[in-house]
């Protein structure tokens, strides 16, 4: 099958300093990937190097991003730009980048539907107060004339998702979409993101901590350390046949309900000074030994459509 998106040998950073190694990853039509990993881990970095803003300061040193079979770096940043806006929407970690501060909730709706679609103010109006009821924000009239400092965190976070949704992109690009809602308001925005799925076969790269909404939501799954994708596969194979013992730790790290204790993971992830080769992972793992630290790290098949880095679950 054709990948919508396909990443490879991806290394992005800031500057000259490098952040994300290898990236490699690909996505069909329709499909979800949930990228997960610890906090400072590159999660981000990658997103943003995917969409090719020129105002992030990222910054992609080699490798291809490829879209419908067209390579992302290799655009011009006015390519780049209708490129994006006609095919991607995008979801920044804080709801704030998203949304202009000095234009009123409406405007930006009507501005960003306008220049997607030939649509009337009318029309665009109710398509923007079903779609923001659909995600729990009933006082639609008053958001839609209220500035983004005027209403909460939650609400903003909601209303990022909503102008990307709007647009029925063929991709959405969503950093931790739902990080700011409650439990409820979490499963009526991932019911109304599946939602966007299966009505226009939206493919949909999404960060986030929540494993529950991984659980639910992905086909794929990316898990990241320091810079690395160290495994990757489709969401049952990785959660139940997860062969990283990072994978491992932060399954072991949730929250549980049937009061086993969730397991911490001690140490410290390296800076990323200190990751230029071998396993970034082994000064904290139970496998780490002298050959982890120098070893070239990459995703190795380990079962039909599953990948890992670790030799040691490999046997090698
Ligand atoms: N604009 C920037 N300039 C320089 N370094 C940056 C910049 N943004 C992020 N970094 C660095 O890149 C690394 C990865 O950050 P990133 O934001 O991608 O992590 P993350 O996995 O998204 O973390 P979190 O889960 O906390 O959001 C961190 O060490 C961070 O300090
Ligand atoms: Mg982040």
């Given at each position: 099958m054709n990948n919508l998106l396909e990443v490879s040998h991806l290394d992005v950073g800031y500057g000259k300093t490098t952040i994300v190694r290898d990236a490699r990853f690909a996505v069909q039509k329709g499909e979800i990937l949930g990228i997960v990993g610890e906090s400072g881990s590159g999660k981000s970095t990658l997103l943003k190097a995917i969409m090719q803003?020129?105002?992030?300061?990222?910054?992609?040193?080699?490798?291809r991003i490829s879209f419908q079979g067209q390579n992302l770096t290799s655009l011009s940043n006015e390519e780049k730009r209708a490129f994006r806006g006609n095919k991607m929407g995008v979801v920044f970690q804080n709801p704030g980048s998203s949304l202009?501060?000095?234009?009123r909730v409406k405007k930006q709706f009507i501005e960003t539907m306008q220049s997607h679609v030939k649509i009337d103010k009318k029309t665009a109006e109710s398509r923007i107060l079903e779609l923001l009821e659909k995600l729990n924000l009933q006082d639609g009239q008053r958001i839609l004339n209220?500035?983004?400092?005027?209403?909460s965190g939650g609400m903003n976070q909601r209303i990022a998702l909503a102008l990307a949704m709007i647009k029925e992109p063929e991709l959405l690009l969503a950093d931790e979409p739902t990080s700011a809602l409650d439990v409820t308001v979490q499963a009526q925005v991932v019911e109304e993101m599946l939602k966007l799925r299966d009505r226009f076969g939206t493919s949909i790269v999404m960060i986030t901590h929540n494993m529950g909404i991984v659980s639910k939501m992905a086909d794929k799954i990316a898990v990241m350390y320091a810079g690395r994708i160290v495994e990757y596969g489709e969401k049952a194979e990785v959660i139940k046949n997860h062969c990283h013992p990072y994978t491992r730790a932060l399954l072991e790290a949730i929250p549980r309900l049937d009061g086993k204790r969730p397991v911490g993971l001690p140490g410290r992830p390296p800076t990323f000074h200190e990751?230029?080769?071998?396993?970034?992972f082994a000064s904290r793992c139970i496998h780490g030994c002298e050959q982890c630290k120098t070893r070239e790290q990459q995703l190795i098949p380990v079962a039909e459509n599953h990948w890992s880095c670790c030799s040691h679950a490999l046997g090698v």
């Open positions: 803003l020129d105002d992030t300061g990222v910054t992609v040193q080699s490798g202009n501060p000095l234009r209220s500035y983004p400092y005027e209403l990751v230029k080769c071998g396993c970034g």
